[in-house]
């Protein structure tokens, strides 16, 4: 067969079932072929911020990797952005970006650039495809290496997609995690037997349901508090699981918080650090006193190794019931009145209903919302991994794609929605579930927050064009509608609530603004 | 002064007023001095491809770069596809990447990425500022290489913009073209007088005014036919301007309107290949026994080369009046009753006003534009030079704050509207007059072309779901009014004509849809 169909049959045996896409001539070959090899769904994003972002979305709630379908060089850099929020959420992706025929490479034509190059800025694995031969060990490749939590880049010339590549389907990947160190697994008990107050520091698949499992057995054992990363990747939360607090944004507040800490277990996580380097202000949130431990690497299974971790502490098995679980879904009310940031985190954690998947990227209208929902009823919830605006729209896309029976709420700040906005068109396209919450303030107001940690309180003309988006104002029903999504906008608590409501109750995406002072 | 008000004081002195910015924390020095100094005019995209673009427009029409200013690597990463087209189009641009705090670097925080890397792929000058004191240096040395037509990108970390970096705004840019190569004039003169029928390819600043009037000169004594790229930069066209033709896109087409020719002299562009490489079809459009001469390589003076080569051919001075020129302003009539694209471009032909700027990216709706436009009143035009998509709007934007006395007409394809429809909102705030005719046909057709050409005829359901963007269909009219653009859609030529009569008889951007089967 073909090295376009060789290809797709063996990322359908690799275990891809979705391909987010926005592909040109380099990648027809292999669009042909979605169709001709069944069990591949292709989804159009009109951007590919879209496309990687939805990626991001799929790979973190399933923990396996959509296809992306990248058209050549500037087809993978306007997927970078969202790629890198994915790098640093540690989601498997595997993008295939269609290239050049190989003997047309040298003449320059106009589209070509340096993929390569591009790949590498935000992939743990990247290969140009050498013959149609190796298609498919490629392809086998991409998928094994994206498993470990990372992004994996294959390019495939055109000649090759479109020339013989004979019949064999590798379905095997490689994949295979080192072993868990086990001495270090004991030292860590040690270490949390005789600290005086430890914290676990987790971020990675063990944030799911069954890491936090582990983690309450331990707790059972070892009184110690639970981290995530400010930004962490995707968290079961409320219901009866264990609470895991974030790590402050703002460094002050983060080194206070963590001081009080003598050990710090790092589990998928890394060491935290602040944000952006603030003059005179330390960059890693620990001081140099505090122990800090690793419990493993990222080739290393997080959660085979904090199952040791249980067992070298002699935990004993996970035995919560709903019931007795230390936390138990707290009755919130919805308030009344005009909306504020924290009334409108209120309602929304008041209403968000169990089960469902919330994708925040509120930035400063969102402060209250994650302790907020500490105890609500059981949902997952993402956050902006890679710091990089414009996550939001497309990432709960992917995560309704992978998710089809849950709703997703997406808490957007309307600066960073601007960014991925033609995300709505795809969610009305596939009639997902997903309720896009507009922190409608008109403004990039992290960059005013910011001025005023610098201390500068003046706002010249230049300052406040970059700054205000409120000139013209966005009409965000206009905007949602024009892509195919109904939409409202809401001044008070009562209205959100309503409109909320109505969006839990009917299928297919809405779009609600929340106009904020 | 500190490093960044440094920075902004050797960009006014190096003639930069003009900045597209999306900022961060990592740029607010440079954003508080653009405050701080007067002199450079600060425009917000909401999305970076809207700078980048926006500085490609405005570079294209008037030779001297705007600064792009931009957040980070994923800043710059959501820049890219449109300094590729840039690249391409052989812009100057001063790219400014803020970046994380060089103490902070190690700590690799989560926004942290390959600047360099990213930057070098699109880039023809790079620079990492290694201190406060050599900031003027750094900005001087971009502004003098981006004026070779070409990006160049300066990354500042966040400490230098803060620190004391003296007092020294170093004005002058190094900048000096290599000397023309006379023998090399010489050659030419000699070939093209024994050539049997020779031809010119021309793109870059040749391809303004003064080039055409140089190239008219040469044409009184070298019967020769004038050519650009199919995706040429910037040209100015009509009135008694002598005719310059496109290359074809599709090669068979190209291949045999070139193959006439026994000699082509390439001035400031390259010998013509194909878009993409076709199976079995040659990819340079010339054969090798036609005669290729280079008058000139990107360091030297294209019109300086021109002026040298009519001299070296004793042609007479310009003299081309408006009356006697072998162009005449050509008396097209609006056609009638539904559009077409044929009719959507007679219409827009006929009534393109003298001076105005036409950015082109209809991509398959426009294919009669051009022809039909060679003897209209005299205008200037840019194409989408890189071939990624997304570059009319942003491009319209930023010509139109370059010439803005002059009215912009960007014809532009929905598919690529979508990438960068942001760009609406800053032509709303900034109340350019651009008036945006969408060619609305709902799809990505030229990947239908280019399955037709592949002989496949047959569409699966993954196909269409990657070609057609129907379902739900953009509302262009809610789409535009939601960035705030007055916007109207249109099913006939007479309807065509009045809202485009209209809008250019007002100040500030309006959308039409021109409704297309």
Redesign the interface.
Known sequence: MKGAELLVRTATACGIDV?F??????E?PI??A???VPG?????G??E?VCTGAADGYGRMLGRPAMALLHL???F??G??NL?NAR?AQTPIVNVIGE??T??IP?????A??VD??T???SGWVRRNGSPETVSRDLADAVGASLFGQIASLIVP??HQ?SEAGDKVIGEMYFAYDPVDLSLVEETANRLRTAKKPALLVDGPALRRPGLETLARIQQVIPCDLFAPT?FSCMDRGGNLPDVQRIPYFPETAASLMSGYDLVVNVGS?EP?????Y?GVR??VLSDEQDKMYLCNRWQDDMEALTRLAEALGAPGYAMSPAGGQAIAQALKVPDGGLTPEKACLTIAALQPENSIVVEEGITSTFSYFPLTANVPEHTAMTI????I?YGMPCATGAAVACPDRPVINIQAD?SA??T??AL?TQ??EGLHVITLICSNRGYR??DM??ER?G?SE?????R??ID?D??????????????VPAASVHTCEALAKELRSALAEPGPHLIEMVLP
Chains 1, 2 share one sequence.
Not at 273 to 277: A, E, I, Q, R
Not at 471 to 484: C, E, K, N, T
């Open positions: 391909c896409a926005n592909a040109g001539t380099t027809i669009v042909i979605l169709d001709v591949i769904k292709a989804i159009l009109l951007f911020g060089g500037p087809g850099a306007n970078i952005a890198h640093r050049h025929a003997w047309h003449n320059d034509p106009p589209l650039m340096d190059a591009l590498r800025t935000v055109h000649d479109l930004f890394h650090v602040t944000f952006f380097g003059p960059g890693q991994a890679g710091g990089s414009g600066g601007l960014y906005v033609q068109w009305a396209r992290i960059i910011e001025l610098a500068i706002r010249g003309q230049n300052a064009a970059l988006i000139g013209p104002p966005i009409d965000w029903v206009r905007l949602a509608r024009g892509f195919g």
